[in-house]
């Protein structure tokens, strides 16, 4: 049974254990969360039962010029799609040993909370990146072949060319991805658009902005035994992140092991909203 942090140990020292360990969680967890700041995240805390219909709406298109006096007959059609986004929990657990916390020089509760916040962080950053499979247009040059300018350019043309806003568009990419991107571009002095670019690959490791898409790398999409990755071009909107419970630590004493177990957990959920508004990139991701 878990129980709250200040009644399972008698001393202070179990508290503050427990505080240092739930702070570093959360810093871990807020500061690397890059996925969660580039989707759609619908809150259902407090909120009964694991499944969010959030509706899409369609575009309305055909307007045609009018005659003076002329009389509108027909609806336009605003009937709005749901698509279902069911959470799930996701949790691990670390155990302490008294004798490891009395002993160790390290600072070994800011050291778990990093490692629990971080296994959180991943966990919904996967979700995310998961997606990128199911979406059904690709722009990248495909499997075996290296990713350039070129293709985040077409993939922006695509969205652009389904009306989606162009404010807020980013790109996720593995790493071995971008590694031809950002060297394409080194070698063209950064000619794409921005003429900092360059200065910022070098001096940042940032790939930077193309065709007004700001391009972010990222470890959570899979390499497959092809050495092949899926990234995506996308809108905020494209993606739902539905929060049942965001990351939570709670203790457990085991007496009879002396040690404390400290369990991490969230519940989440994701899912496409939008095919319109995310292209993925498939390509090769070896260096």
Not at 154 to 177: E, I
Not at 188 to 202: D, H, L, Q
């Given at each position: 049974?878990?129980?709250?942090?200040?009644?399972?140990?008698?001393?202070?020292?179990?508290?503050?254990?427990?505080?240092?360990i739930?702070?570093?969680?959360?810093?871990?967890?807020?500061?690397?969360?890059?996925?969660?700041?580039?989707?759609?995240?619908?809150?259902?805390v407090?909120?009964?039962?694991?499944?969010a219909?959030?509706?899409?709406?369609p575009?309305?298109?055909?307007?045609?010029?009018?005659?003076?006096?002329?009389?509108?007959?027909?609806?336009?059609?605003?009937?709005?799609?749901?698509?279902d986004?069911?959470?799930?929990?996701?949790?691990?657990?670390?155990?302490?040993q008294?004798?490891?916390?009395e002993?160790?020089?390290?600072?070994?509760?800011?050291?778990?909370g990093?490692?629990?916040?971080?296994?959180?962080?991943?966990?919904?950053?996967?979700?995310?990146?998961?997606?990128?499979?199911?979406?059904?247009?690709?722009?990248g040059?495909?499997?075996?072949?290296?990713?350039t300018a070129?293709?985040?350019?077409?993939?922006?043309?695509?969205?652009?060319?389904?009306?989606?806003?162009?404010?807020?568009?980013?790109?996720?990419?593995?790493?071995?991805?971008?590694?031809?991107?950002?060297?394409?571009?080194?070698?063209?002095?950064?000619?794409?658009?921005?003429?900092?670019?360059?200065?910022?690959?070098?001096?940042?490791y940032?790939?930077g902005?193309?065709?007004?898409?700001?391009?972010?790398?990222?470890?959570?999409?899979?390499?497959?035994?092809?050495?092949?990755?899926?990234?995506?071009?996308f809108?905020?909107?494209?993606?739902?992140?539905v929060?049942?419970?965001?990351?939570?630590?709670?203790?457990?004493?085991?007496?009879?092991?002396r040690?404390?177990e400290?369990?991490?957990?969230?519940?989440?959920?994701?899912?496409?909203?939008?095919?319109?508004?995310?292209?993925?990139?498939?390509?090769?991701?070896?260096?």
């Amino acid at each position: 049974m878990a129980v709250d942090a200040n009644l399972y140990d008698s001393g202070l020292a179990g508290g503050q254990i427990y505080e240092n360990i739930t702070q570093a969680a959360q810093f871990t967890f807020n500061e690397n969360a890059l996925l969660r700041n580039l989707v759609t995240e619908y809150n259902m805390v407090g909120t009964p039962g694991l499944t969010a219909s959030v509706p899409v709406y369609p575009r309305v298109t055909g307007l045609t010029a009018l005659a003076a006096g002329t009389d509108l007959t027909a609806n336009a059609d605003v009937d709005a799609t749901a698509v279902d986004i069911t959470a799930a929990e996701y949790a691990t657990l670390s155990t302490i040993q008294d004798i490891v916390m009395e002993s160790s020089p390290l600072a070994v509760a800011q050291d778990v909370g990093r490692v629990l916040g971080d296994a959180c962080r991943q966990a919904v950053d996967e979700s995310i990146v998961d997606l990128f499979t199911s979406a059904t247009t690709d722009h990248g040059p495909g499997a075996g072949a290296e990713l350039t300018a070129d293709h985040i350019m077409k993939a922006a043309a695509q969205l652009r060319n389904n009306s989606v806003p162009m404010t807020g568009l980013v790109a996720v990419l593995h790493p071995f991805q971008a590694y031809n991107l950002k060297k394409s571009l080194l070698n063209a002095g950064g000619s794409f658009g921005n003429n900092n670019v360059a200065n910022e690959i070098a001096s940042n490791y940032f790939v930077g902005r193309i065709g007004g898409i700001d391009i972010y790398e990222a470890a959570s999409p899979d390499v497959d035994a092809s050495d092949d990755a899926i990234g995506a071009v996308f809108h905020p909107a494209a993606i739902g992140l539905v929060m049942k419970r965001d990351l939570r630590i709670a203790a457990e004493r085991d007496e009879s092991l002396r040690a404390t177990e400290y369990v991490a957990s969230m519940a989440f959920g994701s899912g496409i909203l939008d095919q319109n508004k995310i292209v993925k990139l498939t390509s090769d991701a070896a260096l």
